[in-house]
């Protein structure tokens, strides 16, 4: 059993991140399930074009609502194939630490980006072995 | 296995990662030769390629392929 807040590896839960056609039809969605003070504002993240909404489901727990602004934007192809959930993101202290320690365990990073969401913190998204995406957030 | 093998072995992967089954990969194929083959997928590619090879690549090696010649180039020479 997993104590709720145990920091895992360097890696703490923050969203699970979940494609949609339009942002704004998503947030009224869920609106009406977690009320309008669990969802933030729409940013841009222009180094990705994609537009993403942070809806709170939990303690420190988190929907990212993406919509890509272009059809250039790498997750474009990910939603007309009909593809939802697609990554999770994890809070971290020290990306470039985390991200050494995971390539040792043959994960495959992407090119690290500055989120206009998270106060223009590093972000980089990575496969697992697996070719799971996750995403991580320096912190 | 030889390097025609190969590039049978890669080309069956490209077309079950990116669903396209008109793929058809030489040795100097490139990404801006195949619609869908963008950054995201790159890394589902090599993934796949790992797994089908039994092999692992480091970020460096993936970052400075230029063609599928050099891919194949690096499953050869991680190939008992």
Redesign the interface.
């Known amino acids: 059993m997993i104590k709720e807040n145990t920091e895992l590896a360097g890696l703490t839960f923050h969203h699970v991140g979940l494609l949609v056609d339009n942002i704004e039809d998503s947030i009224n969605h869920y609106i009406t399930l977690f009320g309008e003070e669990n969802v933030s504002k729409v940013f841009r993240i222009e180094s990705q074009q994609v537009k993403v909404c942070f809806v709170k489901v939990g303690v420190e727990s988190y929907i990212e609502l993406v919509e890509p602004m272009h059809e250039s934007s790498v997750v474009y192809k990910l939603l007309k194939k009909r593809v939802s959930y697609y990554h999770i993101g994890y809070k971290v202290q020290d990306i470039i630490a985390s991200i050494n320690r995971l390539e040792a365990l043959n994960y495959k990073p992407m090119d690290l980006f500055y989120s206009e969401a998270f106060d223009g913190k590093r972000c980089i998204f990575l496969f697992t072995p697996e070719a799971h995406l996750i995403e991580l957030i320096e912190w | 296995m030889e390097r025609n093998q190969i590039l049978q072995a890669i080309t069956e992967i490209f077309i079950d990662v990116l ?1 396209d089954n008109q793929i058809v990969l030489t040795e100097t194929t490139t990404a801006k030769d195949i619609e ?1 083959w ?4 790159h ?2 590619l ?3 390629i ?1 797994k089908e090879f039994k092999i ?1 690549f480091t ?1 460096s090696e ?1 970052q400075k392929w230029k063609n599928i010649g050099e891919i194949i180039d690096s499953i050869e020479s991680k190939s008992v």
């Open positions: 669903d869908d963008d950054s995201l997928s890394i589902q090599v993934v796949s790992e692992q970020s993936i």
